[in-house]
């Protein structure tokens, strides 16, 4: 009898989208028929299984508050975890710092490009699977920042398969509210008018109202020319 052999090759390219590890590949030859036609079942058919492999990047990032105020000093953790079955490889984090934050110190490891408040890590090596890379960036709140401010920080994460493959970025965030305190003030005096020789009581009434104490507060005033202070109560 004779015999022969086909040989061809695919690309797996997941139609444009990332492919999940472990996702099995089945492809099945049928041999007797032309698809389509009579009789349905094929003569002979054989299928063979195979296993794809790929990196699985999770990103996370925290600085363990939900809450601060200006001037406090917060610590933001960046993580990113392979929990694929094969390296991921070209692992790049780019982290970008909001306007009401400033760095304090050198971020660790510290970032191989900053551009104004973009942060970029591209030395960071292949991540094995199982493996995770922490990186730590310290920095002061603001001293202006406004109550109720939302400090948005956001990550990302770009990787590649071993066959170079690029995958969709992996993107982690934090929000942390800034508490402030926020003061009213309104100032009357009386009476009015007034004659030379009588006193005017001047009353300054405050209130904060935000949301986080205020110490060390001091309430300036100026008395006016052709007056003479005489007492204060409060």
């Known amino acids: 009898g004779s015999s022969g052999m086909l040989t061809y ?3 797996v390219d997941g139609a444009g989208q990332d492919i999940v590890d472990n996702t099995p590949l089945i492809n099945t030859a049928n041999f007797g028929i032309n698809p389509g036609s009579l009789p349905h079942n094929p003569a002979l058919s054989d299928s063979v299984t195979t296993i794809i492999q790929a990196p699985m990047i999770n990103a ?5 508050v939900d809450f601060t105020e200006p001037g406090d000093l917060l610590n933001y953790t960046l993580q990113a975890n392979n929990y694929g079955s094969i390296p991921a490889n070209g692992v790049v984090i780019t982290d970008v ?3 009401e934050l400033t760095l304090v110190q050198t971020p660790t490891p510290p970032p191989d490009i900053q551009n104004g408040r973009t942060l970029v890590w591209t030395n960071l090596g292949p991540l094995a ?3 995770s890379v922490t990186i730590h960036i310290p920095v002061r709140v603001n001293n202006k920042t406004p109550m109720g401010t939302i400090l948005s920080n956001n990550m990302a ?3 590649k398969n071993p066959a170079g493959h690029l995958f969709a970025i992996q993107t982690a965030s934090d929000s942390t509210t800034v508490t402030a305190p926020l003061f009213t003030v ?3 005096a009386a009476p ?3 004659f030379a020789g009588q006193p005017i009581v001047y009353t300054i009434a405050y209130a904060n109202i935000g949301t986080a104490g205020a110490t060390n507060t001091v309430i300036t005033d100026t008395v006016p020319l052709n007056t003479a202070y005489q007492s204060c109560s409060s």
């Open 9 to 11: 090759s695919i690309l």
């Open 60 to 64: 996370n990032k925290t600085d363990g």
């Open 97 to 99: 710092l909001p306007n």
């Open 129 to 131: 699977p199982d493996g």
């Open 157 to 159: 994460v770009a990787y």
């Open 186 to 188: 309104s100032k009357s």
């Open 192 to 194: 009015d008018p007034v």
